[in-house]
């Protein structure tokens, strides 16, 4: 099971306590969102008591000289509201920005240390949501619990004024405020499985979608455009039903509501019996009608925002047991910074998620500057063992050393910093040809134009660079998609030629070019295997007579361990696979 997909014991409470957690960096612009918002309802809890005064001192005494004093106060007392609903609102806005900038980017640093084990378990739409949806709905949770804090403060601070205007007022408003409260309580397990199955389904089409993208070629190719638009069109009105679900669930924590809708005619009911008894004053009547409905704003602002904090929960807690589930890769280890680059790899095993066994009992030793040639069917093994020597995986069993290092011990960022890797199809990304090749170094930032240029020209690169319109700068679209395959190769070449790795892990990608681009990127991996430990796997006759050593295997198990000569002579895998593979297409001169 995928360790974000178990099961958490993680409730609304605890969600909300590690949420705050996150304001912690920032308690001084929480301090002054605090005073700002407390000094704006303060002023607020004023204008009941002045609309009293208004009615009482103005209308009913005819007190024509209190008129302009009244005014000019409450006029003051409005600029101060705004200069300090302002001040807040500023503060919190920076708050929320950078709690949410420090969740997206935990999320990502994390993601970037996690081993491969989890990329091949998750779907591109999978971890996508975890950056963007999820971490929106963490940061949203952030925001609830912060209102929720602040409505309890303007609630307590309401609710003292109205105990201190009239302890019998303050009694009869109990009543409502527990049934506000009350029902979003009530209504919480609903609410939350309603917010799992829209996360859920937000997922599913954020996958269909990226698949979908990326595989426009082929949807097109197989015409099956229409069909594919009405997956989406599926899966987005299954949102939708959900989505209608989750907000009638919510709905239904609002019926505390219906508490203030009752008692509000009540209340004037009763108030104005008394004003006409002579018990009380309209103006009395008024601010205390007043008083009660600034007591419900606070209650209906964190009623509103724990149905907020409930339906985003599920995507917080997503976030959590991601950041706590899933172990990252180690960061300490020795700082092999000087590899000589000898390789031994002493009866290792490995499995994919316990799996059946892709390599069994694989040992050799390849000594610094030799090339090492892998050959045999596919499905053999032969793209594992590329994978294991820069700890992409971890054996299951055995020891990878490097210069008598066991990786396991080393640094990984310094091991890999020393390894260059070229695959079958590299991945290029967006950006000029020039920010591409430049990211293969050690240090980017203290790469120059000329060693860029040197790199691309050991590539056989400069050339077809030059012809461009833009030169270093065109721009190649993801994935290199304006480049063609010969050229991305010539890139990735580069790219590894200016980090001067003492390791070189290559998988040959030469079918699909033609005879003239084959033999300009042939050129360009002589001159970069050469003086480097590096491991092939081999698809030309040229890799294979020239290589050090050949390590012949099937069914993840090294069959056969020498030279070209040498396993001829043999006359068992290596040869078969000579005849089939290599002198059908190519005769040695």
Same mark, same amino acid.
């Given at each position: 099971?995928?360790?974000?997909?178990?099961?958490?014991?993680?409730?609304?409470?605890?969600?909300?306590?590690?949420?705050?957690?996150?304001?912690?960096?920032?308690?001084?612009?929480?301090?002054?969102?605090?005073?700002?918002?407390?000094?704006?309802?303060?002023?607020?809890?004023?204008?009941?008591?002045?609309?009293?005064?208004?009615?009482?001192?103005?209308?009913?005494?005819?007190?024509?000289?209190?008129?302009?004093?009244?005014?000019?106060?409450?006029?003051?007392?409005?600029?101060?509201?705004?200069?300090?609903?302002?001040?807040?609102?500023?503060?919190?806005?920076?708050?929320?920005?950078?709690?949410?900038?420090?969740?997206?980017?935990?999320?990502?640093?994390?993601?970037?240390?996690?081993?491969?084990?989890?990329?091949?378990?998750?779907?591109?739409?999978?971890?996508?949501?975890?950056?963007?949806?999820?971490?929106?709905?963490?940061?949203?949770?952030?925001?609830?619990?912060?209102?929720?804090?602040?409505?309890?403060?303007?609630?307590? +601070?309401? /609710?003292?004024?109205?105990?201190?205007? @009239?302890?019998? #007022?303050? %009694?009869?408003?109990? !009543?409502?405020?527990? $049934?506000?409260?009350?029902?979003?309580?009530?209504?919480?397990?609903?609410?939350?499985?309603?917010?799992?199955?829209?996360?859920?389904?937000?997922?599913?089409?954020?996958?269909?979608?990226?698949?979908?993208?990326?595989?426009?070629?082929?949807?097109?190719?197989?015409?099956?455009?229409?069909?594919?638009?009405?997956?989406?069109?599926?899966?987005?009105?299954?949102?939708?039903?959900?989505?209608?679900?989750?907000?009638?669930?919510?709905?239904?924590?609002?019926?505390?509501?219906?508490?203030?809708?009752?008692?509000?005619?009540?209340?004037?009911?009763?108030?104005?019996?008394?004003?006409?008894?002579?018990? +009380?004053? /309209?103006?009395?009547?008024?601010?205390? @009608?007043?008083? #009660?409905? %600034?007591?419900?704003? !606070?209650?209906?602002? $964190?009623?509103?925002?724990?149905?907020?904090?409930?339906?985003?929960?599920?995507?917080?807690?997503?976030?959590?047991?991601?950041?706590?589930?899933?172990?990252?890769?180690?960061?300490?280890?020795?700082?092999?910074?000087?590899?000589?680059?000898?390789?031994?790899?002493?009866?290792?095993?490995?499995?994919?998620?316990?799996?059946?066994?892709?390599?069994?009992?694989?040992?050799?030793?390849?000594?610094?500057?030799?090339?090492?040639?892998?050959?045999?069917?596919?499905?053999?093994?032969?793209?594992?063992?590329?994978?294991?020597?820069?700890?992409?995986?971890?054996?299951?069993?055995?020891?990878?050393?490097?210069?008598?290092?066991?990786?396991?011990?080393?640094?990984?960022?310094? #091991?890999?910093?020393?390894?260059?890797?070229?695959?079958?199809?590299?991945?290029?990304?967006?950006?000029?040809?020039?920010?591409?090749?430049?990211?293969?170094?050690?240090?980017?930032?203290?790469?120059?134009?000329?060693?860029?240029?040197?790199?691309?020209?050991?590539?056989?690169?400069?050339?077809?660079?030059?012809?461009?319109?833009?030169?270093?700068?065109?721009?190649?679209?993801?994935?290199?998609?304006?480049?063609?395959?010969?050229?991305?190769?010539?890139?990735?070449?580069?790219?590894?030629?200016?980090?001067?790795?003492?390791?070189?892990?290559?998988?040959?990608?030469?079918?699909?070019?033609?005879?003239?681009?084959?033999?300009?990127?042939?050129?360009?991996?002589?001159?970069?295997?050469?003086?480097?430990?590096?491991?092939?796997?081999?698809?030309?006759?040229?890799?294979?007579?020239?290589?050090?050593?050949?390590?012949?295997?099937?069914?993840?198990?090294?069959?056969?361990?020498?030279?070209?000569?040498?396993?001829?002579?043999?006359?068992?895998?290596?040869?078969?696979?000579?005849?089939?593979?290599?002198?059908?297409?190519?005769?040695?001169?």
């Amino acid at each position: 099971m995928n360790a974000c997909k178990k099961k958490g014991n993680l409730g609304s409470g605890r969600i909300a306590v590690r949420l705050l957690g996150y304001l912690k960096p920032y308690w001084s612009l929480v301090l002054l969102c605090m005073l700002f918002q407390g000094g704006m309802r303060a002023t607020f809890l004023v204008f009941p008591w002045m609309e009293g005064q208004f009615f009482d001192r103005v209308i009913g005494e005819k007190d024509a000289d209190f008129l302009p004093i009244l005014v000019g106060t409450w006029m003051a007392i409005a600029v101060v509201t705004y200069l300090t609903s302002i001040g807040f609102a500023y503060f919190f806005a920076k708050v929320t920005g950078q709690t949410r900038r420090d969740m997206q980017l935990q999320v990502y640093q994390h993601l970037r240390f996690l081993p491969c084990r989890f990329y091949d378990d998750h779907t591109t739409g999978q971890i996508m949501a975890y950056i963007d949806s999820d971490t929106a709905s963490a940061a949203e949770g952030i925001l609830a619990s912060g209102w929720i804090i602040l409505a309890g403060i303007e609630f307590a +601070i309401t /609710l003292t004024v109205v105990f201190w205007v @009239n302890p019998w #007022l303050g %009694l009869f408003s109990i !009543p409502f405020t527990l $049934a506000v409260v009350g029902l979003p309580v009530l209504f919480r397990r609903p609410v939350q499985n309603a917010s799992k199955q829209v996360l859920q389904e937000r997922e599913s089409i954020s996958s269909r979608l990226q698949e979908g993208i990326a595989g426009s070629r082929e949807i097109k190719s197989l015409g099956h455009e229409m069909r594919d638009m009405g997956l989406i069109r599926r899966s987005i009105e299954t949102l939708i039903r959900a989505e209608v679900h989750q907000r009638l669930i919510g709905g239904l924590t609002a019926l505390g509501g219906l508490a203030s809708w009752v008692g509000n005619p009540l209340f004037f009911f009763i108030g104005g019996k008394m004003v006409l008894d002579g018990h +009380i004053s /309209l103006g009395f009547l008024w601010m205390a @009608n007043r008083y #009660l409905n %600034l007591l419900t704003v !606070p209650l209906y602002q $964190a009623q509103n925002e724990y149905q907020t904090l409930l339906r985003t929960s599920e995507g917080a807690k997503r976030v959590f047991m991601f950041l706590d589930e899933n172990p990252t890769e180690p960061t300490d280890g020795i700082e092999a910074v000087d590899l000589q680059g000898q390789v031994r790899f002493e009866d290792v095993h490995f499995s994919y998620n316990g799996a059946s066994e892709v390599l069994q009992n694989v040992s050799f030793e390849v000594q610094p500057g030799q090339i090492a040639a892998l050959v045999g069917p596919s499905g053999a093994g032969k793209s594992t063992i590329l994978n294991l020597i820069p700890r992409l995986y971890t054996p299951t069993q055995g020891q990878i050393c490097v210069d008598e290092h066991d990786i396991a011990t080393l640094n990984l960022s310094a #091991l890999r910093s020393q390894i260059g890797t070229v695959f079958q199809d590299p991945y290029l990304f967006s950006g000029s040809i020039e920010e591409n090749i430049q990211m293969g170094a050690r240090h980017p930032e203290s790469v120059s134009k000329k060693d860029i240029v040197a790199a691309a020209t050991a590539a056989n690169a400069h050339g077809f660079i030059t012809q461009l319109t833009d030169g270093y700068a065109t721009e190649i679209g993801e994935r290199g998609i304006r480049l063609s395959g010969g050229e991305r190769q010539r890139i990735a070449i580069a790219r590894v030629l200016i980090r001067n790795p003492k390791l070189l892990l290559l998988d040959e990608a030469t079918s699909a070019l033609d005879s003239e681009t084959e033999r300009v990127v042939t050129e360009a991996l002589e001159r970069l295997l050469k003086g480097r430990t590096s491991f092939v796997i081999a698809h030309r006759l040229s890799t294979v007579l020239n290589a050090d050593v050949i390590l012949a295997m099937e069914n993840g198990k090294i069959v056969e361990i020498g030279t070209h000569q040498e396993l001829l002579a043999q006359g068992r895998l290596y040869a078969r696979l000579y005849h089939l593979q290599f002198a059908a297409s190519e005769a040695p001169k």
